[in-house]
Each structure stands twice: as structure tokens, then as C-alpha cells.
């Protein structure tokens, strides 16, 4: 067997396509290794928080819903956005040129199912920048529809959308929408495909799973060939290709809970790229648990830590989106599936992006200072601060 490619989607939590090559003529390579190392980022921030629990993400989704927003903002706000997704502030227009052929190249046909969307959402009678508008539909074909957010409904037609553009594996990514967001972007990502070498139903038997909280009796697929294998330094890796070999999913098995701490903590693209290159075809045989998970998380923690936090805050700058009235990302939530079987792999992730007003500057109201007891008074030169005079006023004299 042929050493299996890097694969080229991140929905595999250790799948991050190949390095972008010097002169390629595929600008979207250029994202591989900056969203890869996203990635890494927060999945290594998500596994932290969570040490006993499932953590499964997809880089790509959360990239892309954040490269959206990235075009509504300006200034230090655009910056901290565009350095967490590990990309060039100063190189604006080659980063959305790279998530549009990024977009057009994963909705090109394969023997694996890969779609992407992207939608823009808007409270109604909240005006935009038509500029925000136009950049996201023709980077990101995401069309700009208009909803009241007030109501319930709209909850329930954004989850229909991702619903939809996920093989209803996610049937739901919004709980309820706070009520002064006026602008959310959302962007789904769906992939089902069918292993090179499948997996025999009949080999399948009950097997221990060592769980950090203890054993458990999972379904345990079996299967014999030459595959793309290493072991080394306490980890195992394998890679098991999809139908036509365009995308795998790489395995990697730590000997222990602490090698697989130490692996994440030094998780980078070109580690796993390093450790791709390592694989040699090998005769051997895999076995793996058949399983479905499924996942969720509020990123605006691990966001804020991985440098996004600005955005966060009254601080931010968003008029790209509108010019008058002040935003800040309120919420970013994401939501992933995952199953694999004998056949193959489907997998899905959707994620969303919030965007409220910040309170308005309320005037006060007029005051009225009555000065009928002693009171301070000083004379002060405003060219310069100087103060020329200064003192106490204890009982004025006609």
C-alpha cells in the first residue's frame, strides 16, 4: 500500500492536510498549517478543561466562522482575531481570496461527501455595512437573511439551517439568542466516507475500554492489512484512508494518560507532519471501537485565552459591521458528531458567531450644585495645568 496522504479536513482531531507548498496553485493551502495550528490551539485548551471527557472539534468550522467575522472588524479588534487564527493581519485580502477557493475546493466532488456552508443572519432593522455584506458573499457565499431574534422562531430556524447543512446530526447549535445580539454567522461543515479497507461486521466483538473514570464493554472492530503505521516514543499511529485516499483519519495512541498530555503539549503542524512522514506501510491489524459522539462547547473562554479576548469586550471594533453603534462578539458556540462504523466515517461540526450591542452612553440628566457650605476652589492655567491659585472657601464675604 502506497504511504497513505496527510488528510486535507480537520473534522479527524488530527487530521490537518498537508503543509502549503512554496508556488501552489492552491491559494486554500495556504490556511492548512495557520488553521491547523488553531486547531491544536484550542483542542489543547478544550482537553485541559476537560481531562476525563470527549473533546471533538472541527478547526475548520470555527476558522472560517471567525475569518467571517474578522471582516467585520477594524483595528486591534481584526488583529487579535486574525493572530488566533494564526494568520497575517497585513495580508487581508489574500486571507479571505484563501477561504473562498478554500470553500470552492471543498465542495468539489470526491468519493467522500465534503460540503461547507456559511449564512449571515440579521436582526431586523438592524442596518449593516454594505461592504460587510458584500465581502461575506463573495468570499464566503454566505447570504445575508433577516430574522427577529426577539422571537423564538428565529432560535428555531437557525437550528433548521444547521440541521440541514449537517445531515441533521446537529440538530441543534442555539439554545436561545441574547436579546440584544443583532448579527450571528454561522458556518457548517457535513463529511461521510466510506473506508479503503472496511472493517468486517462479523469481526466485531465486545472488548474492554480503559475510560479514565474506569472500564467499559464497548463494540470493537477488527481488521488485518498493510497499513500506513509507527511506533515510537510511546505513541502509536496509523493511518486509515477513505475511499479514493483524497482524506484519512490518522489514529494516534499515547501509551498513557500523561504521553498523551505531553503529546498535545507539543502538538504543532509540523509535528504532525513530522509524524505523518514517519508512517511505513506495515502489515498489521487495527482494532478500533465503534462508537458515536457527539459535542459542544461555549469558545469564548479558550477564545479570549488564545488571544480573541478584545473582541470580547467594550473595547472591541466592529463598524465594518456598523459605523454608529458599538458590538462585541456575545457568543461563540460550536457543536460537532462524530461516528464510525465498519463502513467508514461521518462526521459534522457547525458553528456560530454572536454579535450584541454594547449599552449605549447614557446621558445623565441635568444637575443642579447648590454651593451653600465651604468649598474648594482653584485657578488653574489649562495651557499648561499650571495652578495659579487655590484654597478653601469656608465664609465668602460680600
Not at 21 to 46: H, I, M, W
Not at 47 to 75: C, E, R, W, Y
Not at 244 to 262: E, G, H, N
Request: with cysteine.
Amino acid at each position: 500500500m502506497m504511504k497513505c496522504l496527510a488528510a486535507v479536513m480537520a473534522f479527524a482531531m488530527l487530521g490537518t492536510g498537508a503543509p502549503s507548498r512554496p508556488g501552489s496553485s492552491n491559494p486554500a493551502q495556504a490556511l492548512a498549517k495557520p488553521y491547523a495550528q488553531f486547531g491544536f490551539d484550542a483542542l489543547r485548551e478544550l482537553a485541559t478543561k476537560h481531562p476525563d471527557g470527549n473533546v471533538f472539534i472541527s478547526p475548520t468550522s470555527i476558522a472560517v466562522a471567525l475569518a467571517m467575522t474578522s471582516n467585520g472588524a477594524n483595528g486591534a479588534t481584526r488583529d487579535a482575531i486574525l493572530t488566533t487564527l494564526h494568520s497575517d493581519p497585513h495580508a487581508f485580502d489574500t486571507f479571505n481570496a484563501a477561504n473562498r477557493a478554500l470553500a470552492q475546493q471543498m465542495g468539489t466532488t470526491t468519493a467522500v461527501q465534503l460540503s461547507m456552508a456559511n449564512a449571515l443572519w440579521l436582526q431586523q432593522g438592524f442596518a449593516v455595512n454594505p461592504s460587510f455584506n458584500q465581502v461575506l458573499q463573495a468570499n464566503y457565499n454566505a447570504q445575508g437573511q433577516n430574522l427577529d431574534f426577539h422571537n423564538p422562531a428565529s432560535t428555531q430556524t437557525i437550528n433548521a439551517w444547521v440541521a440541514k447543512h449537517t445531515n441533521d446530526r446537529i440538530p441543534k447549535l442555539l439554545d436561545q439568542i441574547d436579546p440584544a445580539t443583532v448579527v450571528i454567522l454561522t458556518n457548517a461543515i457535513a463529511f461521510k466516507g466510506k473506508w479503503t479497507l472496511p472493517f468486517d461486521p462479523k469481526e466485531t466483538q465486545s472488548h474492554t475500554f480503559k475510560t479514565p473514570t474506569g472500564a467499559r464493554e464497548v463494540p470493537m472492530m477488527k481488521h488485518s492489512a498493510k497499513y500506513a503505521y509507527a511506533s515510537a516514543n510511546g505513541l502509536e499511529a496509523i493511518c486509515l484512508p477513505y475511499t479514493d485516499r483524497t482524506f484519512a483519519m490518522y489514529v494516534v495512541l499515547p501509551q498513557d494518560a500523561a504521553r498523551m498530555q505531553s503529546f498535545l503539549q507539543q502538538l504543532t503542524p509540523e509535528a504532525f507532519t513530522s509524524l505523518v512522514t514517519s508512517l511505513q506501510p506495515r502489515e498489521g491489524a487495527i482494532e478500533l471501537p465503534r462508537f458515536t459522539i457527539k459535542y459542544e462547547a461555549t469558545l469564548n473562554t479558550i477564545l479570549a485565552k488564545l488571544g480573541m479576548g478584545i473582541a470580547f469586550s467594550s473595547g472591541a471594533n466592529f463598524r465594518g459591521i456598523n459605523e454608529t453603534k458599538p458590538l462585541a462578539i456575545s457568543e461563540v458556540r460550536h457543536a460537532s458528531f462524530l461516528s464510525i462504523d465498519e463502513e467508514g466515517t461521518e462526521a459534522a461540526a457547525a458553528t456560530s458567531v454572536g454579535i450584541r450591542t454594547l449599552a449605549m452612553r447614557v446621558e445623565p440628566p441635568p444637575f443642579h450644585m447648590v454651593v451653600d457650605h465651604p468649598f474648594f476652589v482653584a485657578i488653574r492655567d489649562e495651557r499648561n495645568g499650571q495652578i495659579l491659585f487655590t484654597g478653601v472657601v469656608s465664609e465668602p464675604v460680600k
